[in-house]
Structures are given as structure tokens and as C-alpha cells.
T-cell receptor, first 118, second 112 residues
Framework: GAVVSQHPSWVICKSGTSVKIECRSL??????MFWYRQFPKQSLMLMAT?????????EQGVEKDKFLINHASLTLSTLTVTSAHPEDSSFYIC??????????????FGEGSRLTVL | QQQVKQSPQSLIVQKGGISIINCAYE??????FPWYQQFPGKGPALLIA?????SEKKEGRFTISFNKSAKQFSLHIMDSQPGDSATYFC???????????FGTGTRLTVIP
């Protein structure tokens, strides 16, 4: 299947700092990528939809100034958690919807990034 | 409001047994129903998916049964193995839509 790479896989930072997480589609183009947040033993909660070359669409309750999303190319989206606080500690997962012929329409997920804010 | 309801929350099955996880939805606009498998500390991986024009899809030991009139679908894992122990999520997506709505997850444990 298609591969989505997420980096870093885990990060520990001090409160007040900003953290950037990258999501790359390695073998397909993705005009749309999604960012999810997952708390322990819970389901995935969609945070925002990232569209290449345009502004992200945020779900209700998600602060767009805190969770900055950039989708600069067809294979890369980034999530920046600005001025992180302990309550932002979570597992962040990206996914990409393949727009190529081979696996068109399917959603593929990255391995996730565990953020711990001290 | 939970768009996709999933049960049970946890499931323990003996090795070689059948694991069954059920999901239900309300939105008749949904036209794509995938199942994802997630191991601890990893992202979800697509396991199998079905569209409502078929009632069953089988891939190896994994089978999706789909009941359009009841708006229910289920995952059956035949000959369950300890390596199948993971959390399983059902999901649904509307036609032409981007977003997936996830169920709450089922933690499956297969005991040897």
C-alpha cells in the first residue's frame, strides 16, 4: 500500500515552545491531508483538513492559531503546535488521500507523533 | 454526536476463534466503510474496506459483512491469532467527501 511518513515519531518539549511535525506521502501525491489527535485508548479526532496551496479547514473547537498547518506541496504537510502546554500532550496522526490512479480515494495514515510537553 | 457507533469496546477471543466487531451508522449518504487496525504507538493501517453495493467482502481471514437496510456493518476475523491483538476502528465516509468518521474502537486481545 501507499506510504505516509511522519516525523518525528516522538518529541518532548518544554512548555511554551513550538513543535513542528511533518507528514509526507512518499509514493503518491496527496492534494488533501488530514491531521488527527488521539488520546490514550480513544478514537481519532479530526483536527483539520489540509489542502495543498490553500488554507487548512479546522474542525470546531480547534484553535487555528495554536495548531498551524501548512501544505506547501503535494507530498508534504506540516503541523506546528505553537506555545505548547502540557494539555497539548497527545498522539498526533496525519493521513493522506491518494489522488493518483493506483490507490485513488483511499486514506493512508502516518505512524503518528507522540508529543509530550513538560 | 457519534456518527459511527462501534461495539464492543473490548473483546477477548481464544486463539483460533472468530472475532466479531460491529458498527452502525445513521447517515445514508455514507458510501465507503473501511476498517483500520492500530497497534500501540502506531498509526492506523487500512485493513479492508467495503462499499454499499456489496453485502460481503473477504480478504484472507478478514471479512466485512454489510447490511444496508439495517445500516450496520461488521468485521469478522476468522482463526484469530495472538498477532491480531490490536485496536480496530470502523469508519465511514460520504460520497465525494474527504473526511472519515471513526468509531470508538475495539480493543481485541487474542489469547493463546
Amino acid at each position: 500500500g501507499a506510504v505516509v511518513s511522519q516525523h518525528p515519531s516522538w518529541v518532548i518539549c518544554k512548555s511554551g515552545t513550538s513543535v513542528k511535525i511533518e507528514c509526507r506521502s512518499l509514493d503518491f501525491q496527496a492534494t488533501t491531508m488530514f491531521w488527527y489527535r488521539q488520546f490514550p485508548k480513544q478514537s481519532l479526532m479530526l483536527m483539520a483538513t489540509s489542502n495543498e496551496g490553500s488554507k487548512a479547514t479546522y474542525e470546531q473547537g480547534v484553535e487555528k492559531d495554536k495548531f498551524l498547518i501548512n501544505h506547501a506541496s503535494l507530498t508534504l504537510s506540516t503541523l506546528t503546535v505553537t506555545s505548547a502546554h502540557p494539555e497539548d500532550s497527545s498522539f498526533y496522526i496525519c493521513s493522506a488521500r491518494a489522488s493518483g490512479r493506483r490507490v485513488s480515494g483511499e486514506l493512508f495514515f502516518g505512524e503518528g507523533s507522540r508529543l509530550t510537553v513538560l | 454526536q457519534q456518527q459511527v457507533k462501534q461495539s464492543p469496546q473490548s473483546l477477548i477471543v481464544q486463539k483460533g476463534g472468530i472475532s466479531i466487531i460491529n458498527c452502525a451508522y445513521e447517515n445514508t449518504a455514507f458510501d465507503y466503510f473501511p476498517w483500520y487496525q492500530q497497534f500501540p504507538g502506531k498509526g492506523p493501517a487500512l485493513l479492508i474496506a467495503i462499499r454499499p453495493d456489496v453485502s460481503e467482502k473477504k480478504e484472507g481471514r478478514f471479512t466485512i459483512s454489510f447490511n444496508k437496510s439495517a445500516k450496520q456493518f461488521s468485521l469478522h476475523i476468522m482463526d484469530s491469532q495472538p498477532g491480531d491483538s490490536a485496536t480496530y476502528f470502523c469508519a465511514a465516509r460520504g460520497a465525494g467527501a474527504n473526511n472519515l468518521f471513526f468509531g470508538t474502537g475495539t480493543r481485541l486481545t487474542v489469547i493463546p
